[in-house]
């Protein structure tokens, strides 16, 4: 698949808006992982259909439009069915829209890259009923695990002049893992430290991660340097309100030097 390279700026419009959509099925990711299931699909429609159109107009691009467009089906499926939504459906979708958008980001890359099939439907089953859902809730939560010793492969964490420096080592902060990283983050950071945030590899980051960093804030100065200006990381800051809270510097060196 790359034929596309000849496209030019249609290709490069498609790239550039595949962020915007990017941002936006991770915004509806967090609303399936937080329960509201109705309000995620609807939400996730939008960039899958959008991806499904663009990609179609762009030679070389159509196994993407093809491949959303099976995903968008199976969406479908769900809303109009008494489908169960549980983890290995949650799972599924999460799955399947990542690896669309990574064949994306390869593309940016330059690489020759292939659209690999849509991963097999999971099983399903109909969806329980209320006083199943409420014994199932109620047995839950009477089974809730121990929060497991804090710990990412996704993360670095350092401690350099005076500063605890997180270093993430992934280019997008919108997993379940990674949120409750740095959830678990407010219990271990000693109250009225000083922690900074190197964003310099990250392109976008779901506001639950930045609610996270937000709790932060209010135990300790907490600061960023290096979010590229204009891109989904940066734009959901934005959005969301969160300069309020959070001290924001160009690069490592205008931290150490403001700090003095």
């Not at 859902?133 to 010793?149: D, F, N, S, Y």
């Not at 992934?170 to 219990?187: F, M």
């Given at each position: 698949m790359n034929d596309y390279a000849d496209s030019g700026e249609l290709l490069e419009s498609f790239l550039t808006d595949a962020e915007t959509l990017y941002e936006e099925a991770l915004e509806a990711l967090n609303l399936l992982k937080t329960g509201s299931v109705a309000e995620g699909l609807q939400h996730?429609?939008?960039?899958?259909?959008?991806?499904?159109?663009t990609a179609g107009f762009i030679s070389g691009l159509e196994p993407i439009g093809s491949y959303a467009h099976q995903l968008e089906d199976h969406l479908l499926e769900i809303r109009a069915q008494p489908i169960a939504w549980n983890q290995s459906v949650q799972a599924w979708v999460a799955s399947s829209v990542e690896q669309i958008f990574a064949v994306i980001e390869q593309i940016k890359s330059g690489d020759e890259v292939e659209?690999?099939?849509?991963?097999?439907?999971?099983?399903?089953?109909?969806?329980?009923?209320?006083?199943?859902?409420?014994?199932?809730?109620?047995?839950?939560?009477?089974?809730?695990?121990?929060?497991?010793?804090?710990?990412?492969?996704?993360?670095?964490?350092?401690?350099?002049?005076?500063?605890?420096?997180?270093?993430?080592?992934?280019?997008?902060?919108?997993?379940?893992?990674?949120?409750?990283?740095?959830?678990?983050?407010?219990?271990?950071?000693?109250?009225?430290?000083?922690?900074?945030?190197?964003?310099?590899?990250?392109?976008?980051?779901?506001?639950?991660?930045?609610?996270?960093?937000?709790?932060?804030?209010?135990?300790?100065?907490?600061?960023?340097?290096?979010?590229?200006?204009?891109?989904?990381?940066?734009?959901?800051?934005?959005?969301?309100?969160?300069?309020?809270?959070?001290q924001v510097y160009k690069n490592e060196q205008e931290l150490f030097q403001e700090a003095k």
């Open positions: 996730l429609a939008r960039p899958l259909h959008t991806l499904k159109g659209v690999p099939p849509l991963s097999p439907w999971p099983q399903t089953s109909p969806a329980p009923s209320l006083q199943e859902q409420m014994a199932q809730q109620t047995a839950a939560a009477a089974h809730q695990p121990q929060t497991a010793p804090i710990q990412s492969n996704d993360f670095h964490l350092e401690q350099r002049e005076g500063w605890l420096i997180l270093h993430p080592l992934v280019k997008r902060i919108h997993k379940g893992q990674q949120y409750l990283y740095l959830k678990q983050l407010e219990g271990e950071i000693q109250e009225g430290s000083k922690l900074a945030l190197d964003l310099s590899p990250v392109m976008s980051m779901g506001s639950e991660g930045w609610g996270a960093l937000s709790q932060l804030a209010k135990r300790c100065s907490l600061a960023v340097f290096g979010m590229a200006e204009g891109n989904a990381c940066e734009r959901t800051f934005r959005a969301f309100g969160f300069s309020r809270l959070i």
